[in-house]
């Protein structure tokens, strides 16, 4: 079993990465192989919406996108972590969430070469903000479950926390068992 965790946050060592970290994990101590990609240390440019990727599924963008899709592929599931960026995902997360449009064709359905690798492939988010009401963050919640939906994918939930200050989260006993047990369910079979 592969666990991929991706940081949407630029802030390393901050609420988002530390819950990511919990879930990772609970992940591992269930037996996964875990890895973690942090977006703000890659240089992925957003879909310039060429259409090219909709015959071979290969994306004309040259970048760190190039290296993280094998990794998608190969994932058994994918937790998503992200902070709240003026009401929404960060810029990072949302160029590499809006690259995944290389996985489909013209219609929207799958590549039929990446299917199989992609069928039944797990999906969690964590989501972490300054104001005290954690449902700031459903246009975030709301965006990948969306996703996830539409693409059959399976939604194993979401993890909202409320923290402004670096490491703040730390303190959040709930928000740090929650994403401990949000990486324990990506890890089952």
Same mark, same amino acid.
Request: contains cysteine; hydrophobic residues 40%.
């Given at each position: 079993?592969?666990?991929? #965790?991706?940081l949407g946050s630029p802030r390393?060592?901050?609420?988002? @990465?530390?819950?990511?970290?919990?879930? +990772? #994990? *609970?992940?591992?101590?269930? #037996?996964?192989?875990?890895?973690?990609?942090? +977006?703000?240390?890659?240089?992925?440019?957003?879909?310039?919406?060429?259409?090219?990727?909709?015959?071979? *599924?290969?994306?004309?963008?040259?970048? @760190?996108?190039?290296? +993280?899709?094998?990794?998608?592929?190969?994932? @058994?599931?994918?937790?998503?972590?992200?902070?709240?960026?003026? $009401?929404?995902?960060?810029?990072?997360?949302?160029?590499?969430?809006?690259? $995944?449009?290389?996985?489909? @064709? *013209?219609? $929207?359905?799958?590549?039929? &070469?990446?299917?199989?690798?992609?069928?039944?492939?797990?999906? *969690?988010?964590?989501?972490?903000?300054?104001?005290?009401?954690?449902?700031?963050?459903?246009?975030?919640? &709301?965006?990948?479950?969306?996703?996830?939906?539409?693409?059959?994918?399976? $939604?194993? =939930?979401?993890?909202?926390?409320?923290?402004?200050?670096?490491?703040e989260v730390a303190k959040d006993?709930?928000?740090?068992?929650?994403?401990?047990?949000? =990486?324990?369910?990506?890890?089952?079979?």
């Amino acid at each position: 079993m592969k666990i991929l #965790g991706v940081l949407g946050s630029p802030r390393i060592g901050g609420n988002s @990465d530390i819950l990511l970290d919990r879930a +990772l #994990g *609970g992940a591992k101590e269930a #037996g996964a192989e875990v890895e973690k990609i942090v +977006l703000c240390r890659k240089k992925i440019s957003g879909c310039l919406d060429c259409t090219k990727c909709n015959e071979a *599924g290969v994306c004309a963008i040259k970048d @760190d996108m190039q290296d +993280l899709y094998p990794k998608i592929l190969e994932a @058994d599931a994918i937790i998503h972590s992200v902070p709240v960026y003026f $009401w929404a995902m960060t810029a990072q997360m949302k160029a590499y969430l809006d690259r $995944w449009c290389a996985f489909f @064709d *013209g219609e $929207w359905k799958w590549h039929k &070469h990446y299917y199989p690798k992609i069928k039944g492939k797990k999906i *969690g988010l964590i989501t972490v903000c300054g104001d005290s009401n954690v449902h700031t963050a459903d246009p975030i919640v &709301h965006s990948f479950k969306t996703t996830v939906d539409f693409t059959r994918l399976r $939604w194993i =939930g979401a993890v909202m926390a409320s923290a402004a200050a670096k490491g703040e989260v730390a303190k959040d006993e709930k928000a740090k068992r929650a994403a401990y047990e949000l =990486g324990k369910k990506a890890a089952q079979k």
